[in-house]
């Protein structure tokens, strides 16, 4: 192993590269500041180094496919280590307070921009508090419906897109403001507008990790974690599906993919756990960056979604319309686990998906004036994507017992008729708490079996078109 680092690293070029709109001096010393290190890598060598770098609890910052670059940001070991392995390094530094534009927005900004927005829009919009985080914030999610003020609709479908699981990329809760701002200023005013708040429940949390972000206001612009102790938890490893399973985290507190002492330790995962169970959302967007990527389910070396055959090319498209490269996160960074895709699609089945929007041009905190409007209007087109395929080809449907009483407890297998005519299983969805349903489906002709919790069958023979389809089983 050692042979092989040596060889590799010898043939990169690293050039150590100032953060955004700062002015920078050269040093070869003072690691008490924070520095982002692009390191320009043979193509034939990324996975090999990724891996590598992953595995030993580097800083990855981003990627650029096209350059086959990878953006670090080092400790003073990292650098000594890559140092000592010959390699010629080029070092900036610069003061961290100077380089966050004061636009961006902090956890007391979000929440007043929140409640400004429930009270110009009242009849569309409702402020939930989902939690708090461990030292005290809550942290808030926007409902925007037409009938907002009843929690859950159990006759419409959800749509779920949160921000700032990290707490430097600041860029990520503009995309939720403006999702915010463009679905309730188009509400009566443009006809698709209209369409997807009328028919949809659709969810925003613009920070989930507002402690974090308090820290990078505050003492240190390069903090990704919550604030647990001094060293802070990755919220983003510390989902409990495969938690800790695939080196796709670490257990070392000071990593900045730490996990946790425990799976579903931290308070905000809490919430977002217990949130997401209540809302079940059929599509989901978790905002990061960056690198220009679409990832989807799942996180671990050669796991796959449950729905993959939906998940998969839905991901795609999101990538070509985009122009971001599209697939899971082990095949193209390196695995991942306790992440919030994996554990919502494992759990509800839910499509989700994680957006890495701006490139290492920008990085985490490009100038707001340049690139906020920018960023924002190019992610547009997917997060309307998804509301558009809420009324795609898909099954919506309610279990009602003997008594008419809707069935809360139930599975829905579905078994797919090919060309001869012969039935293959194909997909199992759990109910939601309401007694319905709601799966995307290929179109095709189907056998739909529920199954209640006393083994009971009921059998419904139907065809999914290019359309969503609205059934009752009795």
């Known amino acids: 192993m050692e042979g092989f680092l040596k060889s590799a690293l010898l043939l990169l070029v690293l050039v150590f590269q100032v953060l955004s709109h700062a002015q920078a001096h050269s040093v070869d010393h003072d690691f ?16 090999q180094q990724m891996a590598f770098f992953n595995q030993n609890g580097f800083d990855v910052a981003g990627v650029d496919f096209k350059s086959g670059q990878i953006d670090l940001i080092v400790t003073e070991e990292q650098y000594l280590m890559l140092k000592s392995k010959g390699v010629n390094l080029e070092v900036h530094t610069i003061q961290e307070e100077a380089m966050l534009d004061p636009q961006y927005k902090n956890p007391d900004e979000i929440q007043a921009f929140l409640s400004a927005i429930q009270t110009q829009y009242p009849n569309i919009t409702q402020m939930v508090e989902i939690g708090r985080s461990i030292e005290n914030r809550p942290i808030w999610a926007m409902k925007i419906s037409d009938n907002v003020k009843m929690r859950f609709e159990y006759d419409e479908p959800t749509i779920f897109f949160n921000s700032m699981h990290h707490a430097r990329e600041v860029m990520t809760p503009e995309i939720a403001i403006d999702i915010i701002q463009y679905l309730t200023a188009g509400y009566g005013r443009d006809e698709k507008v209209t369409h997807w708040v009328n028919a949809n429940e659709i969810w925003i949390i613009p920070m989930v990790n507002v402690d974090g972000n308090n820290k990078v206001w505050n003492s240190n612009n390069m903090w990704r974690k919550n604030n647990r102790g001094n060293y802070g938890v990755d919220i983003n490893r510390n989902y409990p599906y495969k938690w800790g399973e695939c080196n796709g985290s670490s257990g070392s507190r000071y990593s900045e993919t730490f996990r946790g002492d425990a799976a579903g330790s931290e308070p905000e995962t809490q919430a977002m756990m217990n949130f997401i169970s209540q809302i079940r959302p059929v599509f989901s967007i978790s ?28 991901g795609k498209k999101l990538g070509q319309m985009l122009g971001y490269t599209a697939g899971t996160s082990w095949e193209i960074l390196y695995s991942v686990d306790g992440g919030d895709i994996d554990w919502m699609n494992s759990e509800f089945q839910t499509i989700p998906y994680v957006l890495e929007v701006n490139s290492t041009r920008e990085g985490f905190q490009p100038s707001y004036n340049q690139w906020r409007d920018v960023t924002v209007n190019k992610v547009r087109v997917a997060w309307m994507y998804l509301l558009d395929m809420l009324d795609g080809p898909a099954v919506r449907g309610v279990v009602r017992g ?5 069935e809360n407890k139930y599975v829905v297998d579905f078994y797919r008729k090919d060309a001869r005519g012969n039935y293959h ?13 709601h799966v995307v489906l290929p179109p095709g002709d189907y056998k739909m079996v529920t199954i209640n919790t006393n083994g009971e069958k009921k ?4 065809t999914v078109e290019n359309y969503r389809k609205n059934i009752a089983i009795e």
């Open 425 to 437: 299983y194909y997909h199992r969805q759990n109910s939601h708490w309401n007694g319905t349903f």
């Open 32 to 47: 008490s500041l924070t520095r982002r290190v692009k390191v320009v890598v043979p193509i034939g060598n990324y996975y």
């Open 459 to 462: 059998e419904k023979d139907i």
């Open 402 to 406: 003997i008594h008419g009483q809707f």
């Open 287 to 314: 905002f990061h960056s960056y690198s220009e990527l679409v990832l989807y389910p799942g996180g671990c070396q050669g796991e796959r979604a449950i729905n993959k055959d939906v998940v998969e090319p839905i």
